[in-house]
């Protein structure tokens, strides 16, 4: 028998549904035997045509309120992707890019969020990730306080694509964090996060590139309590060239904006930008199918 975090349906509901934070430290436990244990799973499809994958490891008994979860969750999550959905133009990703050169323009608590992450992405990597084109994030002028977004430049407009997968899988995971799941793991597109373990250990994941495999094989990577992303480029270039990267950090935002950011640079830069980078691991894999780690992979 092993203590587990309780579930407690009711306070989870009402905490997903009104926005509070619910805080696991106030959670009660209980015990469980090990074959009371199964992983749930649920899939959908988002607005912005990404696939989502969440599996939890629970009890049994409390299939329902997981059930309950994760329709709250997904729900939440589609509404949020709809902010992005370039083919909306009442998204707030369509009306940004439309407003460049123009008046400010008013978004949602959860794009801003974005957008100061890839803010933060952009400074890590001295510029290597950038979501705007047409443009510099000096020709952008980000308004906290009244959450407003305004392009200087009429020509100007960003594509959040490249840490769109990742931005997701984080706001899920927190979601079934608040709602008191502790062993989790989200896939949406490239980009994975994990919490706890499965019912046999650690999550899992297998990286594939353009081809179908890693670097001429399947790669299975095991990781608990991070996020990882793979980056893969098409085409061909010079053998020293990145065909793709695979970054391990803590969120799952960020490892997508650095594996982006290896994708585009030098190998031998891009090396050095994750070893200097604090929790960061990554994997680099050249176009002659050799494999180049960072510190600690």
């Not at 899992?204 to 480029?233: E, H, L, P």
Request: glycine residues 8%; charged residues 20%; proline residues 4%.
């Amino acid at each position: 028998m092993r203590p587990v975090r309780s579930l407690q349906c009711l306070v989870v509901l009402t905490s997903l549904l009104s926005g509070a934070v619910w805080s696991p430290a106030a959670s009660t436990t209980e015990t469980f035997s090990p074959e009371d244990l199964r992983e749930f799973s649920q899939q959908a499809k988002l607005p912005t045509g990404q696939v989502v994958h969440a599996t939890v490891l629970g009890l049994q008994k409390h299939a329902a309120a997981i059930q309950n979860v994760f329709d709250v969750a997904l729900r939440d999550l589609s509404a949020v992707a709809a902010q992005f959905d370039a083919g909306n133009p009442k998204s707030d990703l369509a009306r940004i890019n439309a407003g460049a050169g123009k008046s400010p323009v008013t978004v949602a608590p959860t794009t801003m969020e974005l957008l100061k992450m890839a803010q933060k992405a952009r400074r890590m990597t001295d510029g290597a990730f950038d979501i705007t084109s047409g443009g510099t994030a000096l020709d952008i002028t980000i308004n906290k306080h009244q959450r407003t977004v305004a392009f200087l430049k009429p020509e100007m407009e960003i594509n959040v694509a490249p840490v769109l997968d990742g931005f997701f899988a984080d706001r899920l995971m927190a979601m079934l964090w608040k709602a008191n799941i502790d062993n989790a793991m989200v896939e949406v597109g490239k980009a994975s996060r994990s919490v706890g373990s499965n019912i046999v250990g650690s999550w899992q994941k297998t990286v594939t590139d353009v081809a179908g495999r890693y670097a001429g094989q399947g790669m299975t990577i095991t990781f608990s309590n991070a996020a990882t992303s793979t980056v893969a480029r098409k085409g061909t270039g010079p053998a020293k060239g990145v065909q793709s990267a695979t970054v391990i950090t803590d969120d799952a935002a960020l490892a997508d904006a650095l594996a982006s950011a290896l994708s585009t640079m030098e190998l031998e830069d891009g090396l050095r930008m994750a070893n200097r980078l604090p929790h960061v691991h990554a994997l680099v894999r050249d176009r002659g199918g050799r494999l180049h780690k960072s510190k600690g992979f």
